[in-house]
């Protein structure tokens, strides 16, 4: 049943790649003419590609680098980044580099899925007669919009139809490629690798050009290392060598048999594979699994978000859980409303899943690039791997890597330009959001004084105290909450007991819960707390003060208040950041979901005090 659970999620996105990819092989920008050779050399091309990069790349060696039962690469960043033994501190900040621009690529990966997926399906209809060319991109966009649309209703319900649905997708492919396959098994020969060099041989700058299309075809390979906390290395693994693999080299054989007997079917050979009466029936289908692949991007943008919020690397956002069984399951409205803006942009600009297709692989081939450099990082230093050893495995697939982007880069001014800005905006987003935080930790702390000496100044001067709890929230474990020090000064009183709690987010996808809350007893009526959470949770102050009254913290919610500091953030030329950077901390900050919301507190309980902050 996981293994069914993983074809509708996981495997959407390399799913419908038989849609597009080899179409653009031979009609694409950089297209070879549909000649016996090129055929055999290119589909021998797409086997491998499928053998090397995602069952040997992805499902054996990178799936081994769990964090703690999850994946993707921010999950793989934290991992190396948790214990660098033997390792510089010089190098620390290019991984940490790669892992946020690797995450900042996925967006695009996001944009570009839903739009090239669901235009290569409809475009099917165009296949059947020509009155439906004008209607592509209308239907297209509504259909788009319905997915986004839905997005609030969350997969919980939609789940369970998403596996079935895909499998009845790959078996159709199957069906389709072996009814073809049939009538021509003299394409089984293209299984040899030595097509695929003799290929390189005979069309020299122009065969290596083509792997740009070539790439199609693991796109989504991505997404079974994202999704392994969800299924499980075994379940994916079980559902791509059991079906998945046979059914997409079934359907690429049959479409190369395809334009073996008819070369000019290569405008479009995934659809003219299937007879005239199932044309209709088959553009359902892959509309169908279109959106099912653009739901799974969409789904790890959400989850991709989450992690940066809890890594610290994005502002906080509201996040609504769609299902009360699956934690995994989330709907983030902002994100969704920019996705389809981003969208709708994209199919409008571009037009056609053709031109799309030149924007599509260099975000895959940068993303796939940093994943090897890291699960390197991981083996050497996580698994104890010998540099021997790790070197020419690591070396074979960054060789594949470098090939696929080298032939991606020439596609960059064709539209390639567009997930790599899209990436860099977003990199400069997050990267800014992390700087301005630690900054602004800092002038905080220099600000402040320790807890230390606040109770010692109370032995010559002890502040009136009232009935009732305070639950100061506070970045800083160690010193004085800068809310607890501005309620001193202006309203010279204190709680019988105040809490000062800081909620730390661990580079771990999940803290147990015997180590979620620590409950320290300080003098003078003063208790420290620290709440810890995985990068895949959600903190929530209900949680916190649940697992506080099981360590024994006593309190009475209505008779507790919390206090939390609001800072007015104040650019300026001073060391730090550049002043722009500044400016737009500033308004990310401004445009933050606010602490209450975020944290789940009681609103009817928070008191917020201001202070301006130079940065």
Not at 3 to 21: Q, R
Not at 223 to 246: K, Q
Request: some cysteine; hydrophobic content about 50%.
């Amino acid at each position: 049943m996981l293994a069914l659970g993983a074809l509708g999620i996981v495997y959407g996105d390399i799913g419908t790649s038989p849609l597009y990819a080899l179409r653009e092989c031979f009609s694409g920008t950089h297209g070879v003419p549909p000649t016996p050779s090129n055929v055999l050399g290119v589909l021998s091309l797409i086997v491998w590609s499928l053998i090397i990069v995602v069952s040997v790349k992805y499902l054996i060696f990178v799936m081994r680098a769990d964090n703690r039962g999850e994946g993707g690469i921010l999950a793989l960043m934290a991992l190396a980044m948790q214990r660098p033994r033997g390792q510089s501190h010089r190098a620390r900040p290019v991984l940490i580099t790669l892992g946020i621009f690797g995450a900042a690529l996925i967006y695009g990966d996001g944009v570009i899925t839903p739009a090239i997926s669901v235009l290569s399906a409809v475009e099917g209809l165009s296949v059947a007669t020509p009155v439906f060319q004008p209607y592509v991109i209308p239907i297209s966009l509504v259909i788009l919009a319905l997915l986004f649309l839905v997005q609030r209703k969350g997969t919980a319900g939609i789940g369970a139809v998403f596996g079935p649905l895909m499998c009845v997708w790959f078996l159709t492919l199957a069906v389709l490629g072996v009814k073809e396959l049939l009538h021509n098994p003299a394409v089984l020969w293209s299984l040899s690798p030595v097509h695929a060099v003799t290929f390189f041989i005979d069309n020299g700058w122009h065969g290596f050009l083509v792997l740009g299309a070539v790439i199609l075809v693991v796109t989504g390979g991505e997404a079974l290392y994202a999704d392994m906390g969800h299924f499980g290395a075994g379940p994916i693994r079980r559902a791509w060598f059991m079906l998945v693999l046979p059914s997409l080299v079934l359907n690429y054989l049959g479409q190369g048999a395809l334009l073996l007997r008819h070369a000019e079917a290569a405008r479009n050979p995934f659809f003219l594979l299937a007879p005239d009466w199932a044309l209709y029936p088959l553009v359902a289908l892959s509309t169908a699994a279109a959106v099912i692949a653009s739901q799974a991007l969409i789904s790890g943008s959400f989850s991709t978000t989450r992690q940066a919020m809890q890594l610290g690397y994005s502002p906080r956002m509201e996040v609504v859980h769609t299902s009360a069984e699956e934690m995994g399951q989330i709907y983030l409205p902002g994100l969704n409303g920019v996705l389809l803006v981003g969208v709708v942009a994209l199919v409008l600009g571009f037009g056609s899943s053709s031109r799309l297709a030149a924007a599509y692989g260099i975000a895959v081939t940068t993303t796939m690039g940093i994943t090897t450099v890291l699960a390197y990082v991981v083996a050497r230093e996580r698994w104890g791997v010998r540099r021997a050893v790790a070197l020419p495995i690591v070396g074979v697939f960054m060789l594949v890597d470098v090939a696929f982007f080298g032939a991606n880069a020439v596609k960059i001014p064709d539209g390639g330009w567009f997930p790599l800005l899209l990436a860099v905006c977003i990199f400069t987003l997050m990267t800014t959001w992390k700087r301005g935080r630690d900054i602004l930790a800092a002038k905080l702390r220099a600000s402040s004084i320790s807890l230390k000496d606040l109770l010692g100044s109370f032995g010559d001067h002890p502040p009136v105290r009232v009935p009732g709890t305070a639950i100061f929230m506070t970045g800083n474990p160690e010193g004085t909450p800068p809310a607890l020090l501005h309620n001193l000064k202006h309203n010279k009183v204190l709680h019988e007991q105040v809490v000062l709690l800081t909620i730390i987010a661990e580079d771990i996808p999940h803290v147990v819960g015997v180590e979620r809350v620590e409950v320290e007893p300080l003098e003078q009526g003063f208790v420290r707390v620290i709440a810890r959470y995985g990068f895949m949770e959600n903190p929530g102050i209900p949680d916190v003060l649940k697992r506080c009254r099981e360590k024994g913290l006593q309190f009475q919610l209505m008779g507790t208040s919390f206090f939390l500091g609001r800072e007015t953030l104040i650019p300026t030329k001073k060391p730090g950041m550049a002043v722009w950077r500044e400016a737009l901390f500033s308004w990310m900050s401004r445009n933050a979901r606010s602490a209450t919301a975020y944290f789940r507190i009681p609103p009817n309980r928070v008191v917020e005090l201001g202070s301006q902050v130079e940065l």
